[in-house]
């Protein structure tokens, strides 16, 4: 018997088989503000790799781009074709955060902290947080909260720069197309000068990266009690059970997180098929008056993310 000779529906099986699982893949929540205070910009998706399945013949390929296969595709301006992607799944794949909407997903987090909107689901399932460096080295004043209220079982956050070559401090762009996090081999070679009020002091990206979680260990104990007066007279709660094996430690009263020094490599396929990864941000660095000088769109008015890559268009909305 032929493999031709299988009825259709079996062979649809076999093919649908033959699908690779899901990899952790890395989100990218692009700079957009939403309409109000209690919704992050829905829904987070995350760029995937292309099945094998549709280079095998020409019916596995016709499988693979037909609803059966359960693979969702998307418009690219930048590929010029339809691109593969799934829904940010919290418990696999890494979410990064940059400077520029980072205020704006802490006060849609904070509309319904406890989980229990639709739309902040994903947060505390979260399990690997990614931001930008511009946004860790003030760990301090963020991160508790995001741990005690939204995200208690995070287990990993990685500090990411635009480059694992070079010491660069600068806000940069994300990029656009597939991307993965992958850790700086080197950070305490990868020096350069940091600004002080009246002198400038050569210092490695690990050392940054180090300075910052000193600062962190030195306010949590305020941070804690704060969060305690405020559980116990806000909601008369016992904070004992309710972090009872997550990532802060009751008892030492630490935050306990893997944290991770990272780059981003994004996807790309060279003129003779085959596939690389290679780091491209740091020609996507942006300046200060990029950041905070330029008003960002509101979400409604960037295409649906689930028809269009949103992340192709670098020119936002005026």
Known sequence: MSFNTIPPEIRQAIWKFALPDDEPEVCIMWPL??????????????????????????????????PHSGIAFRHSKQAGHKVPYRRFRPEMDALYI????????????????????NDAAYWPALRHLAVEYSVFKKAWNWLPEFVFRYSRHVQKVSAVFPSS?????????PPARRCKLRPVDNPDELTAAVDYDAHQEMHSIKWQVDMALVILEEYLPRKWNAEKQYREVEFHEDLMDRFEGTAWDKHSEKICLEYEIAAFAQFKRSEDGHELWEEGCEDRLLSGKDVGGRKLPLAEQHRNPEEWRVNDDDEYVP
């Open 165 to 173: 070559r070079e010491a660069v401090w600068s806000y940069f762009q």
């Open 33 to 66: 503000r939403p309409a109000g205070f209690n919704k992050t910009v829905e829904p987070l998706v995350v760029d995937t790799a292309f099945p094998v399945l549709m280079h095998v013949c020409r019916e596995a390929r016709d499988f693979a781009l037909s």
């Open 98 to 117: 940059n400077r520029r909407n980072f205020d704006y997903t802490l006060l849609a987090m904070a509309y319904d902290w406890s989980g229990t909107d």
